[in-house]
């Protein structure tokens, strides 16, 4: 089993090919006895594989990845590090469940709708793999958290959907000085890379900064092929292999685009920019100036006499479904920069959305207007947190 380390001596006759003669001479073979007999037939065809055998899959289970997000990405990208014999896994995400989930997420089933992502990966991979080590932190990763919990890992894997949060790995990456696997989705298309490996570029290399939140729709709002999360997630499991294993070549310097309509996949090359500096520190590269705020705070603060501008940036049809009693106004998101004048000033502004992230980006959107207003601030988990924590008669969707 894992954390053993014995080894012994086989002795016999080997059929040795040198110059194209076969000999027989005396031989000491030494084998590795981490491996117990369950764990030889189970990882049997990694065994005879070369590049892996023996020595790989015992790397493997000394190894530990971390994978943030256990959505679209994370689900095959953690069933086949699972598979793999990885040995310790860990799984960061504060969201639950949901049915909408279910077309892409395959990691969870209708069982744990409305319960933790984290419980429910962790009980499927135990239910694969019981020689795992699985991890689970329900929470988000922040600026506060991200160097400590990244830290502790061999090799990092995105499977979040969003540009704050990728810019947060990437920095604590390039900080901690770890390899991280890249992701994204959008509709039908994909997009997969290997970042701060052996020397080689990272995320800000290839996009210096944050889009506005215009440029930056989520898997809710354009939509996306159920079965194309299963081919990024499942290259990004791969990829962070192959870097446990320092085997074949990664995507390093490479972006790799597919295109699951056509079934076209290119790989477009970049480099390190030069002159770009490297990130020592989370806060000056990543702005955070606006404040979270959960949904127990924002009710309890309200009753108390606090009025802040609560602003909606949902869709129509999703203001449709539910509402936060009290909203003073909805802007769709994509409407933000062209609105801006609409939004009081001098005044406290609380954004929401469905689950906390696009208002995050307005948030920030805000806050780098320059407007003269009061203090901006995410509604954490948005209308999701909301049902659970205060109105249960608030429609999950």
């Known amino acids: ?24 001479c005396p031989f000491t073979l030494t084998m590795s006895d981490y491996l117990s007999p369950e764990q030889r037939e189970r990882y049997a065809r990694h065994l005879v594989l070369p590049g892996v055998g023996e020595h790989g899959q015992e790397k493997m289970l000394r190894s530990s990845v971390l994978v943030v997000g256990a959505g679209g990405l994370g689900s095959p990208a953690l069933m086949y590090l699972a598979a793999a014999g990885v040995g310790r896994i860990g799984i960061i995400d504060n969201d639950t469940v949901s049915s909408s989930n279910l077309q892409r997420q395959i990691i969870h089933n209708v069982s744990w709708v409305g319960k933790s992502k984290v419980g429910s990966a962790k009980n499927w991979i135990k239910g694969l793999n019981s020689d795992i080590d699985v991890v689970g932190i329900d929470d988000r990763l922040t600026q506060d958290n991200s160097l400590e919990i990244l830290s502790d890992y061999d090799v990092i894997i995105d499977g ?19 390899p991280w696997i890249f992701g994204s ?3 039908f298309e994909g997009q997969v890379s290997t970042f701060n490996l052996n020397g080689g570029p990272n995320y800000r290399d290839l996009f210096p900064t944050p889009p506005p939140p215009e440029l930056a729709p989520n898997c809710s709002e354009a939509g996306v092929l159920g079965v194309l999360p299963g081919l990024v997630g499942t ?12 085997i074949g070549e990664n995507l390093i310097g490479k972006l790799l685009a597919i295109d699951a309509l056509t079934m076209e996949m290119r790989s477009l090359s970049f480099s390190k920019n030069p002159e770009r500096v490297r990130v020592t520190r989370l806060g000056g590269s990543i702005s955070r100036d606006f404040e979270e705020i959960g949904a127990k ?3 309890k603060q309200r009753q108390d006499g606090w009025k802040p501008f609560l ?6 049809h999703e203001e449709a479904i539910a509402s936060i009693e009290g909203t003073d106004a909805r802007i769709m998101h994509l409407e933000i920069p062209k609105r801006l004048s609409e939004l009081p000033t001098g005044t406290d502004i609380v954004v929401y959305c469905r689950s906390g992230q696009r208002s995050a980006a307005v948030a920030r959107f805000i806050i780098e207007s320059d407007l003269e207003i009061g203090r901006v601030f995410n509604l954490t988990g948005g209308i999701l947190s909301w049902s659970d924590n205060v109105d249960p008669k608030i429609v999950k969707y």
């Open 1 to 24: 089993m894992p954390g053993r380390n014995r080894r012994r001596k086989v002795v016999g006759r080997a059929r040795l090919r040198t110059e194209g003669t076969l000999i027989g």
């Open 160 to 178: 979040t959907d969003n540009f704050q949060s990728r810019y947060l790995i990437g920095d604590s990456c390039e900080i901690l000085d770890k």
């Open 185 to 187: 989705i959008h509709r």
């Open 235 to 246: 290259i990004q499991a791969s990829e962070a292999i192959k870097v446990i294993l320092g």
């Open 297 to 299: 705070d924002l009710f």
């Open 311 to 316: 602003l909606d940036v949902r869709r129509a």
